[in-house]
């Protein structure tokens, strides 16, 4: 039976957490029915409970903001009572769960764009990549460049869903800042090429997160709003020319807020951690709120970073796909259930609510 620290409780501002194992957000493509989440998300949560903290699944606050099929979403009134049977769930079963707020930008089709239309993002540049329609892998469509009148309507979109999260009985809200979604196309060079005032200089790309996660902290409060980001992942076909700078100011900025994490993905996202030279030391000082780290941690990593002071939480992923009881199983130093690929992305039970808890 472990005494690590990993185990011991953690205060996330006013959230109090059981301890310092986070479930990170996972895409599983299982709202089949307006976005709403499944009945089975209940259950699939519920039974994740003992993390320190769950982190759902990417919900686009927005139709605009969708990109893949089956994703739920958080801006309608059924998306919000959906929603609410899950935190009723895990909060009866003594479990804390923040929402992430997802728009896609770019990494969209025009099948899911309302009257099939083109996806949006900061400038009119088709991403080398795909998504998942229709139930097949297919290239991303080409986008339009967001016009300056409509960034108000995306900031408010992120609002409101901010909003409807707390509503639905979420302990907090969690902006997806990174993987080469809309605000990290803006906030990277490889993807912005705007001339006007969000376009340019590392202030100006900065300035959608920048601006999104002031309305969405205005709305959830500071205390209850925390944000991901992905310095150097090369995920969605997104680069940036000169991150540590870019990435410096914007974690300043984050701590100005106020905010209460920055949830960071060192390397490239579920792949190799030394993808690219950086100094997350550096985002980790600058930031006076919690740092939770994520990507690749096993069970000695994670002691070893939380014992040296260079993270306050770990967020794991697949290994909470397939151990419900992934806290008790590290504690104790049990084996841990494979993860099954092929059940990753929709579907039903198989591969969600299944996976064994120990005897
Ligand atoms: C896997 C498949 C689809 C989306 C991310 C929201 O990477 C995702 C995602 C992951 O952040």
Redesign the pocket.
């Known amino acids: 039976m472990s005494d690590a620290k990993l185990f011991d409780t953690y205060q996330l501002g006013p959230t109090k957490l059981s301890n310092r194992a986070v479930m990170a957000?996972l895409?599983r493509n299982r709202a089949l029915d307006g976005m709403v989440p499944n009945p089975l998300a209940i259950e699939y949560y519920g039974q994740r409970a003992s993390a320190g903290l769950l982190i759902t699944?990417?919900s686009q606050v927005s139709q605009q903001g969708q990109?893949?099929q089956d994703?739920p979403g958080i801006y309608s009134k059924d998306q919000v009572t959906g929603w609410r049977k899950v935190t009723d769930r895990v909060h009866e079963r003594g479990g804390k769960i923040f929402l992430q707020l997802?728009h896609v930008g770019r990494i969209s089709h025009t099948d899911l764009q309302s009257g099939g239309q083109a996806p949006v993002g900061p400038s009119a540049l088709q991403a080398k990549g795909k998504t998942?329609v229709g139930g097949k892998f297919v290239d991303v469509s080409a986008p339009r460049a967001l016009e300056l009148s409509e960034i108000p309507g995306i900031i408010d979109a992120f609002k409101t869903g901010a909003a409807n999260a707390i509503a639905a009985g979420f302990d907090g809200v969690e902006v997806?800042g990174?993987?080469g979604?809309l605000l990290d196309q803006f906030a990277k060079d490889g993807a912005n090429k705007r001339t006007d005032a969000y376009g340019g200089s590392i202030q100006n790309r900065a300035k959608l997160m920048l601006e999104v996660t002031k309305a969405v902290a205005g709305e959830a409060g500071p205390d209850r709003t925390g944000i991901r980001l992905s310095p150097v992942t090369p995920?969605?076909d997104i680069s940036d020319s000169n991150p540590q700078p870019l990435f410096d100011y914007i974690t300043d900025q984050l701590s100005a807020l106020k905010l209460v994490y920055i949830h960071v993905i060192e390397g490239a996202?579920g792949g190799p951690r030394d993808i690219a030279p950086f100094d997350y030391t550096s985002l980790r000082n600058r930031f006076k709120g919690a740092y939770i780290a994520n990507n690749g941690y096993d069970y000695a990593l994670a002691k070893k970073v939380i014992d040296e002071n260079k993270a306050d939480l770990i967020a794991f992923g697949k290994p909470f796909i397939s151990n419900p009881d992934l806290v008790e199983r590290l504690k104790t130093g049990a084996p841990l259930n494979e993860a099954d690929r092929n059940t990753f992305?929709g579907g039903g039970a198989k591969g969600y609510t299944d996976y064994p808890v120990l005897a």
């Open positions: 957000p895409t699944e990417a990109g893949y994703t997802w998942f997806h990174a993987n979604y995920a969605n996202t992305y």
